[in-house]
């Protein structure tokens, strides 16, 4: 156990690390909530998603869905890591001819549905979870979603059908990072309590910290026993992640690290 | 002449579909007995979703299906399947191109007494802006058939407007080719090109015209996009002048469609006839097209004055 556990820290530490190249190389994008959803896309693309850059077009494996399209620094690290495309595809990101778009595309390998007006997501994911109650298949479905992202109203409507519809297929992570654009959400627009809310909806509800790989992986295996109804995971994070002058600093939402910046996060993220 | 309810085919088309293939999959938001969704549900409650009021959800919920091999028809009322998802509809189905067939009743002014809340004018304006979205809008039940049938075959996104009120089925139709309008009666010195329930007021305009030494064409319409941008450069280059018919703003619509290629391909002048960038108001759906002069008479009347410029 031990080892898969520091294999996963390895594979955040290397997300962690491209995200930072990525975004100071093409000088925008969103490094704070890319690095808060880090450890969780590490745990779900390198131990519990069923998943193979190889076997695409099998329609038998998980599906993960990035609600929070603007954290796709995290999935696009994670995807080149496990062989989607090639690492070089990262130093094109968000330019003319480069593959990844600035919020993810159906066209990028390994991405079934663009994502990046927030909301739609747990919809799309309940779609998929539908379509494999249908044909009895046992795939699950994986879909990573902001707490600022629990102030749309789309989200509750796809949480009250995927409870009525009983689609324990469904699991919903939410990245409790606390901060949206404008400031914390707490300001902002309250979003707590988070966990009386899923329950109310019918969801079983699991906490944990979204930076423990240890922690994650129990509610990832926890979520898989559940029947009957679908799973929240409320992973408390801290926006910026592992880059000291980026945790839970408002400014790095949406602004790319300098190179000096990048620089400082890059040492920090080699010790 | 048969009449009857587009919607009333609609549900048993998707019956017809559903038998034949199972990735055919039907959502609602409620409505599923005023859309005829409810005829599927009852055959097949396994393919069925009734997603409550919550529209947003039912389209989103449509993509995530339709990303994972299904084929998905998703219905409610027009106006709540077009403004009020427009951003599911935008960014996750056309985003995507994906099989979601959005079928929507009670549109346009037709909806009747219910009010102007529920009279969807500028559905095919909205939808018509958005890359990927294939719209067809049926004149009558056998079009309306074959428009879901052509929806289900053909790849992609698509919205089908249909009305609430029975509609008489238009005798001498042409076969129901996609992409393709046709002339319904031809003619020298004006075209009056309609689509939905102004197709058969413009057969009806056509002989009152007739009876007054005047030879108009009527050309139905039918997919609004992608349009057939030959058959109307092809009746301007006949026809001198153009009135297009539309129940419909005339802002954004199929007269908008046709002028876009008739300022480029060939000039002609064209006159509209449909809902002047106003909301509707309640009555029954006859008192309705008359008062907005949506009528056989609205149309001869709009034809004689430009004619007479």
Not at chain 1, 53 to 68: C, G, I
Not at chain 1, 75 to 98: D, H, M, P, Q, V
Not at chain 1, 163 to 192: F, P, S, W
Not at chain 2, 226 to 242: H, N
């Amino acid at each position: 156990m031990d080892s898969k556990i520091d294999f996963i820290k390895e594979k955040s530490i290397q997300i962690r690390t491209l995200i930072i190249k990525m975004l100071a190389k093409c000088g925008s994008g969103h490094p704070g909530g890319s690095l808060s959803s880090a450890d969780i896309i590490a745990c779900l693309y390198f131990e519990v998603l069923n998943h193979s850059a190889k076997d695409q077009t099998n329609t038998d494996r998980d599906k993960f869905h990035l609600s929070k399209g603007h954290g796709c620094p995290a999935l696009y690290a994670a995807l080149s890591l496990c062989g989607y495309f090639k690492e070089e595809e990262l130093w094109k990101l968000r330019t003319i001819n480069g593959l990844l778009q600035g919020h993810p595309t159906s066209r990028i390998p390994g991405i079934n549905v663009s994502s990046g007006s927030l909301g739609h997501g747990l919809s799309i994911a309940l779609g998929m979870a539908l379509s494999g109650k249908i044909d009895k298949k046992d795939y699950r479905v994986y879909c990573l979603m902001g707490d600022g992202e629990m102030q749309e109203g789309n989200i509750w409507e796809a949480a009250m059908a995927a409870a009525h519809y009983h689609t324990d297929n469904l699991c919903g992570i939410v990245d409790c990072n606390g901060l949206q654009i404008d400031g914390k959400t707490d300001e902002v627009m309250r979003v707590e309590p988070l966990a009386d809310k899923w329950l109310a909806f019918g969801w079983h509800v699991i906490k944990c910290d979204g930076h423990s790989v240890a922690e994650l992986l129990d509610a990832f295996s926890s979520a898989r026993n559940i029947k009957d109804k679908p799973v929240v995971i409320l992973a408390r994070t801290v926006k910026g992640k592992g880059v000291s002058f980026m945790e839970g600093v408002l400014k790095y939402h949406g602004v790319a690290p300098t190179p000096e910046e990048e620089a400082t996060a890059l040492k920090e993220l080699e010790k | 002449m048969s009449k009857d309810y587009a919607r009333d085919v609609y549900g048993r088309t998707l019956i017809e579909l559903g038998k034949k293939d199972k990735r055919v999959v039907v959502l609602d938001a409620d409505l599923s007995g005023s859309t005829r969704t409810s005829l599927f549900a009852a055959e097949f409650p396994d393919r069925f979703f009734n997603l409550g009021i919550a529209e947003q959800n039912m389209i989103a919920t449509a993509a995530g299906l339709a990303a994972s091999s299904k084929i998905v028809f998703a219905s409610t009322f027009a106006m709540f399947a077009t403004a009020r998802v427009l951003d599911q509809i935008r960014n996750s189905v056309c985003y995507n191109n994906l099989n979601v067939k959005i079928v929507a009743t009670h549109a346009g002014i037709t909806v009747g007494e219910d009010g102007a809340s529920h009279q969807a004018l500028e559905d095919i304006a909205i939808l018509r802006a958005i890359p990927n979205m294939q719209i067809i809008v049926p004149s009558d039940s056998e079009e309306a058939k074959s428009a879901v049938i052509a929806a289900y075959e053909n790849d992609g996104p698509f919205y089908i407007r249909l009305g609430r009120a029975k509609v008489n089925t238009i005798e001498d139709k042409k076969d129901f080719i996609f992409k393709k309008g046709y002339a319904l009666k031809d003619g020298k010195d004006i075209a009056i090109v309609a689509c939905g329930v102004m197709v058969e007021q413009a057969l009806l305009a056509a002989d009152i015209l007739q009876s007054k030494g005047i030879s108009a064409a009527v050309i139905n319409i039918h997919t609004i996009k992608p349009i057939d941008k030959e058959l109307i450069v092809s009746i301007a280059g006949k026809c001198p002048k153009m009135v297009v018919c539309e129940e419909h703003q005339v802002m954004g619509g199929l007269y908008s469609s046709v002028c876009e290629i008739l300022a480029n391909e060939c000039p002609i002048f064209v006159e509209p006839l449909g809902i002047n960038d106003e909301f509707g108001r309640s009555g029954t759906p006859d008192s309705l097209l008359e008062f907005y002069g949506l009528t056989a008479d609205g149309i001869v009347n709009k034809c004689e004055k430009i004619l007479s410029k």
